[in-house]
């Protein structure tokens, strides 16, 4: 049959999207199996050939694929936790009239809810990969997709982007500092430079002068480097020389920045050998991964993909996907999904219900002509 919409289609995304909240993927603990939700979504998609792997420590990844298709669906599973903050349960979903409120619905259940829909309104080539690690920084799932034989060569990653197709984000790198000093009385005239407390201080304003200086750096709608010192430990009390101090922090670089010229250069923010350790912990591409030159090409190539499937481009945004490791490995890749990113990891968290009909919308076009 060719793509067509019915008057039951929200319906029908709801119906799913309920079951999906219903199952606990909180990431952490990512105490997330091959069955539950993995057997829901196998049940959903009867005329896919289904491949659930695990990857291990909670990284699941179920594989669906339909007739011969050239392009891959992505969408995560699992969700940040849950708070007291919310006001009533968060795996039970609650429908209003004009939103859905659950654990993941806008991040990013809703998306699958409406992938498992379109699917089954259509006979079209399709294939989609559903995977439970996105929220850990540990891209279990995808790593081993793209490692694989898999022959696609284009990928459209399911986030909330209310239903545009974003073309360009901003890759992410985390780090961890570790400073060392000398203990002693804070009374000595050392307390200035052995104080590893003082070295972090020191190397923290030097990093902001830095940051500053790249507020004119862009790309595609995307401006400056964003940096952050998210957490600082170290010393023992106010008359101790802090013999070591700890740093963590993490920035976002444009596609244009080169992520390891910047390494060194705020390694350089600090006072020679006041540094015992400077570890990435992790790091995660710009979308669309490359140089300069190659990134703008992969980015008009992503762009021409969304006028061909006919879905609005929208801006290029400030946070992270994993979009960008399709795109390192050679694909034409894109974000879209429906929601607005103001209302991931909220208490309370929603999907209107007008984003979750357009997108499942959109998708059963796009697969009816496939």
């Not at 104080?195 to 500053?212: F, I, K, P, T, Y």
């Not at 910047?262 to 015992?276: M, N, P, Y």
């Amino acid at each position: 049959m060719a793509g067509r919409t019915t008057p039951d289609m929200l319906d029908a995304v709801l119906r799913h999207l309920e079951a999906l909240v219903s199952f606990d993927t909180r990431n952490p603990p990512r105490l997330i199996g091959t069955g539950g939700i993995f057997d829901y979504i196998r049940a959903q998609l009867p005329d896919f050939r289904v491949d659930v792997i695990d990857h291990g420590e909670g990284a699941v990844s179920l594989f669906a694929v339909r007739g011969n298709p050239k392009r891959v669906f992505n969408v995560h599973l699992d969700t940040v936790p849950s708070s007291e903050a919310w006001s009533a349960d968060p795996h039970v979903l609650r429908v209003t009239d004009d939103r859905a409120i659950g654990l993941g619905a806008c991040d990013i259940k809703g998306a699958a809810a409406g992938l498992i829909a379109a699917a089954n309104v259509t006979d079209g080539d399709a294939a989609f990969l559903f995977s439970s690690d996105e929220e850990a920084n540990d891209p279990r799932c995808i790593a081993a997709f793209l490692a694989s034989d898999h022959g696609f060569g284009e990928a459209i990653i399911a986030e909330p982007t209310r239903c545009e197709a974003v073309l360009a984000h901003r890759g992410i790198s985390s780090v961890l500092l570790k400073f060392k000093g000398e203990a002693g009385h804070a009374s000595g005239a050392n307390a200035m430079t052995a104080n590893a407390l003082h070295q972090a201080m020191r190397w923290g304003g030097n990093a902001l002068d830095l940051v500053e200086g790249e507020a004119q750096s862009r790309f595609g709608g995307l401006t400056g480097l964003r940096f952050n010192i998210g957490k600082v430990e170290g010393g023992i009390k106010a008359n101790v020389i802090a013999p070591s101090a700890e740093v963590r922090f993490g920035f976002r670089p444009l596609p244009s920045h080169d992520i390891d010229a910047l390494h060194v250069r705020f390694g350089a923010c600090a006072s020679a050998g006041a540094l015992e350790r400077y570890e990435e912990t992790f790091r995660g591409p710009s979308l669309p991964a490359g140089d300069i030159a190659s990134a703008e090409e992969r980015r008009l190539a992503a762009r021409d993909l969304a006028d061909e499937l006919g879905l609005p481009i929208g801006n290029a945004v400030d946070f992270w996907t994993e979009a960008s490791l399709f795109s390192q490995a050679g694909l034409t890749a894109f974000v879209y999904g429906p929601g607005d990113i103001a209302q991931a990891h909220t208490a309370d968290e929603f999907v209107t219900l007008a984003q979750l009909q357009r997108y499942a919308d959109s998708i059963t076009r796009i697969l009816g002509t496939s």
